[in-house]
């Protein structure tokens, strides 16, 4: 048969290359756009329908007759990256598609070809696929529809965090993520050899957070945290995105009323935007922003509900006793029992870090809180800090802890001391949360955890 070759129509008017997100403004003009073959149909000889991604956003585009007939036509694949050239037209009334229009296409072009056959794409990122499989094809997987959309929503998310903070006054600041101190105990440390001395890879900018009080007021963060957790499980990475703040003369109930008040203004400002508040709702259709007042609980009457709900420890099967740790099973069963954010609050010292003080009223218990989200548990982790100067030289005694790479923690202790309280809050756990995503590995981009530090 004759080869088809196309030629663009020079009789039409010029079309101005556009973003799909803009579509609305040019129905029933000229347009080109460039991107990613997000799906294909073809429809007897004459017809294909091919959904374009562009990053920002999906248009659905009709290819008729010769358009059909040559050979990049015939031999075109998902992921190829082409350019469109047509009308945007409003579908008729009755038909769906994304933005409410479609791109009626009269020429068109292949920029870069995408392989079909066993190395088509699909066959590479497979839905049945083993969950590690698809983990070291990560790099494809975020071009889907769910994966990309989390994304999206992640930066939406940050930006939103960001606009908080700054909406009361707080200062961003940059900690260094190489460090010589410990913040969340020793076993899981990364270490790292550091020009010959020994370093580690940080868990928490608090302390240093901590040492901006005097120098900018309240400061937060949005810096890389490491775990070296010894297993993977749901909700921990070796690395994530970790959202901290340090806030100076607060009382705690101050810091319990601001980690509420800063979750739902999060919520609240992601859902005004009607992009991010659509991927929400297409990724978890039954959310809705959180408005009542967070349940408030003590970790002494957690213990009791646990023991009332015949929620036993794994290791014996025996109840729980004042003083245990409660675990990821047991903590997640009573949150998504209780189903509302619940404000743990007042754990014993013992199973709490260094720094957190001990309450006036009774001294086994610390200013300590974890924010506990139906479906994924804690998100977040927060406390008073020790200010006394001798309090706190005194606790690290007590953990065996040499302070003398803490010398500048300490002189925060010596140089105008203030009550202060701050918290972490991890960012892949809100967004878990929020989307509704089974494991906190689906809402970074590329997660790290035991055996993967690849792509
Ligand atoms: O409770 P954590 O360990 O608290 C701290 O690091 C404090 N120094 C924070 C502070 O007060 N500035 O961690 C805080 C939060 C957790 O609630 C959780 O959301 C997240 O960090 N997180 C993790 N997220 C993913 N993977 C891990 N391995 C995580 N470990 C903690």
Known sequence: SKKVVLTEDSSLPKAKTIKIAEATDYRDKRVR?????????????DMMFVVLRDGTGYLQSILNGRLCHTYDALT????????????????????DAPGGHELIVDYWEVVGRAPGGDDAVTNRISSDADPSLL?????????????????????RVMRAFRDHFDSKGYFEVTPPCMVQTQVEGGSTLFSFNYYGEEAYLTQSSQLYLETCLPSMGAVFTMAESYRAEKSSTRRHLSEYTHCEAEIPFITFEDLLDGIEEMVKDVVARVWAEPAARAMIEQLNPKFSPPTEPFVRMRYADAIKWLNEHGIKREEDGKDFEFGDDIPEAPERRMTDAINKPILLTHFPGPIKAFYMPATKEDPRVTESVDLLMPGVGEIVGGSMRIWDYEDLKAAYEREGLDTAPYYWYLDQRKYGSCPHGGFGLGIERFLAWLTDRFTVKECCLYPRFVGRCQP
Do not use: C, M
Not at 78 to 95: F, N, R, W
Not at 145 to 155: E, F, G, I, P, Y
């Open 76 to 95: 075109l694949t998902l992921e190829s990256t082409v350019a469109l050239t047509g009308v945007v037209q409003k579908v008729p009334e009755g038909k």
């Open 135 to 155: 983990y070291q094809q990560r790099h494809l997987v975020i071009r889907g529809d769910t994966a990309s959309a989390v994304l999206k929503v992640r930066s």
């Open 33 to 45: 756009v460039f991107g990613w073959v997000n799906r294909l149909r073809v429809q007897g000889r």
